[in-house]
Nanobody
Framework: QVQLVESGGGLVQAGGSLRLSCAAS????????MAWYRQAAGKQRELVAV???????NYADSVRGRFTISRDNAKNTVYLQMNSLKPEDTAVYFC???????????????WGQGTQVTVSS
């Protein structure tokens, strides 16, 4: 079983910074890729950044150079450092993790509950 708990959202002025955290509570699973998605009001959920278990990262063009994803494998935690925030970054941010059942080797996809990020102009 995998549970993801996000923290760190809030209200910030344009140009400011926030750091999101997502801790995975894991029993008998191995965490693979971890990622952050976001969903703005009235829009589809989109991938923001992904980090593999080997810390290979990739970013959406809209955030590259401003956001940094990182992870602590020992803590099963992924972070998203968001700098130079813009009003268009306003969204609910969701943590996502791929995990493999250590007993059956089946893979599953898990989501956190989401955390609101609001950037005021």
């Amino acid at each position: 079983q995998v549970q993801l708990v996000e923290s760190g959202g809030g209200l910030v002025q344009a140009g400011g910074s926030l750091r999101l955290s997502c801790a995975a509570s894991v029993t008998a699973f191995t965490i693979n890729d971890m990622a952050w998605y976001r969903q703005a009001a009235g829009k589809q959920r989109e991938l923001v950044a992904v980090c593999t278990s080997d810390s290979i990262t990739n970013y959406a063009d809209s955030v590259r150079g401003r956001f940094t994803i990182s992870r602590d494998n020992a803590k099963n935690t992924v972070y998203l450092q968001m700098n130079s925030l813009k009003p268009e970054d306003t969204a609910v941010y969701f943590c996502n993790a791929g995990a493999r059942d250590s007993r059956t080797w089946r893979t599953y996809n898990y989501w956190g509950q989401g955390t609101q990020v609001t950037v005021s102009s």
